[in-house]
């Protein structure tokens, strides 16, 4: 098993108390333009040892948030890469502010076979919508699409100093992480509690347009995977059986259930998803082959989290073909 994270930084992670990490944030360029900002707000936020913060420029990545790397220097001398996440002012939809909500609250309550990147600050602004959080830059690793896409050709893995690359244990470590999470609060009815779980109000029946344009995409999806297991151009197989009880998942998919489901019925089996789980949402070490779960900006309580299974399987082959 190799979904594991070793960081001599985990000491640093902050324990939140509930609310503790809602706080009013000026605008995110000004932040990354006054780093003395971003030190002022750590040591508000009870991170200790912080001498400095740096922030060398924006890298690319990502289509709803801005990130900035930069490092954080500590007093005793050392000095950790870090990637700045937020939104600029009149950017549309923020999901920087649920993912700052999930890494202060969310993330520590994960089992360890959960790895989630190291965090050194995550604050929200309830009233401006806004987030912003402070992650580490996971050096030596890679997209786990990239090296899915990569994997046909020995030559082309060996360039991204992959020498040994095992397809079916990096799916099981895959599916053990994700039974893990969704274990660790099935049925856990206390998710309620937290307001930013909730999606954009999908559970006062807001956002229909949203959710329409999920559902297209998805079904897109589907139809492109029934294709590829017909031609046998995927990597996985899946009997007459399974497809038949998933296309009826289809054929009974709507939004009315959906609000059901969102406003609690006790009888549905339900837990905590990841919202958007897919190879692009995991980085891969070269050297240990250990996994980092990405982008839980739409991490929530949607249902049951077999969402997140059937994106993994819908993804995959579609991502090999193309």
């Keep these: 098993m190799h ?8 000491s640093l992670i902050l324990e939140r108390k509930k609310g503790a990490d809602l706080v009013t944030l000026p605008p995110f360029e000004d932040l990354v333009a006054n780093p003395d900002l971003i030190k002022d707000l750590m040591i508000e936020q009870g991170v200790e040892g912080v001498a400095s913060v740096e922030v060398t420029g924006a890298m690319s990545g990502g289509t709803s948030d801005h990130n900035d790397k930069g490092y954080i220097h500590w007093t005793d001398g050392t000095s950790t890469k870090v990637i700045i996440k937020g939104s600029r002012t009149g950017e549309s939809k923020p999901t920087s502010y649920r993912e700052s909500l999930f890494y202060s609250r969310m993330a520590d309550t994960l089992p360890e076979t ?12 309830k009233k401006s919508g ?3 959080f402070i ?36 799916n099981m470590d895959v599916m053990t992480m994700l039974g893990s999470y969704a274990a660790s609060h099935w049925m ?19 956002g229909h347009t949203y959710y329409a344009i999920t559902k297209s995409i ?3 999806n589907w139809t492109k995977t029934k294709r590829a297991l017909r031609n046998k151009h995927n990597t996985y197989e899946m009997d007459a059986n399974t497809q038949a009880c998933m296309q009826k998942v289809f054929d009974r998919w709507s939004w009315n259930k959906f609000q059901h489901i969102l406003r609690r019925d006790d009888t549905y089996n339900w837990g ?19 996994l980092v779960l990405l982008d839980w900006e739409f991490s929530g309580i949607f249902g049951n989290p077999a969402i997140d299974l059937a994106t993994w399987m819908f993804g995959l082959p579609h991502t090999q073909l193309e």
């Design 135 to 170: 992650i580490k830059f996971m050096e030596g690793y890679s997209s786990l699409a990239e090296v899915f896409a990569a994997a046909a050709n020995p030559e082309d893995l060996t360039s991204m100093g992959i020498t040994d690359f095992d397809y079916r244990q990096t």
């Design 218 to 220: 998805v079904n897109k």
């Design 188 to 206: 856990d009815y206390s998710l309620n509690d937290q307001f930013y779980l909730k999606g954009y109000g999908w559970d006062k029946g807001h």
């Design 114 to 125: 959960v790895p989630v990147t190291p965090h050194y600050l995550a604050v929200a602004d």
């Design 3 to 10: 979904a594991s994270v070793n960081d001599q930084d985990s």
């Design 130 to 132: 806004e987030g912003f």
């Design 272 to 290: 905590f998803v990841h919202g958007d789980f897919h190879s692009g949402q995991m980085m891969y070490n070269q050297k240990s082959a250990d």
